[in-house]
């Protein structure tokens, strides 16, 4: 692997690093302000709390909590994807396996508790793990394309703009290093249809360039 490669490489981890972290703090919160609606809801019961005009008018209904069973797994879940985020960030090759299996296992929770949203997430962070390594020997494109895909399905579904793009240009890359350059310009275009489209210059940006090598 050429030095330009490893920091191109570098780059993609980054990004995938800056994608998980914002959704795993997005996910600690839900699980924190449901630990606090369910410590205090017994709270409520013994002591009457005046209603404020706003919410006599409103009528506000409070929401269901979530079940201590199921924030346990929630918990167990992003525990997981954070230690294999962070395996991944070391770069290696045996972190990359011990990151595929963190995973894995974390992708195993999220599809009982019907996650699809980090199901996706997961999918193509395993995808990435067998896409990017230290040895470009070791990649397994084909491989990472399966996982891609997959999440692709899943994105489409929930109508997740930012993320369908991502695993779009994340396929262009694989079937880039697959010399499919076809099959690799169709995904990039449309991910640049979605960035255009959302206003994603950075990612706009990126993706033309991506295209341009196919040219030059």
Known sequence: MTILQYKKNQKILGFERRLLSSRFIQSIRIVVLASLVICVAPLATN???PKTELEQ???????KPIDSAKQEAYKKALELSQEAMEL?????SASQQQAIAKYEEAL???RKLGDRQWEAITLHS???AYDLQLNSEL????????????????VQKTQDQDFEAT??????RSYSKLKQPQKALNAYFLALQIYQKTGAHFQEGDTLTEIARFYN
Request: charged content about 15%.
């Open 108 to 110: 195993i929770i999220y």
């Open 88 to 92: 991944s960030a070391q770069g290696t």
């Open 47 to 49: 002591a009457e709390i």
């Open 139 to 154: 990649e397994q494109p084909q491989k990472a394309l399966e996982f891609y895909q997959k999440a692709l399905t899943i």
């Open 57 to 63: 008018k409103s009528q506000i209904t409070p929401q």
């Open 167 to 172: 695993i779009l240009s994340s396929m262009g």
């Open 126 to 128: 395993i995808g990435m």
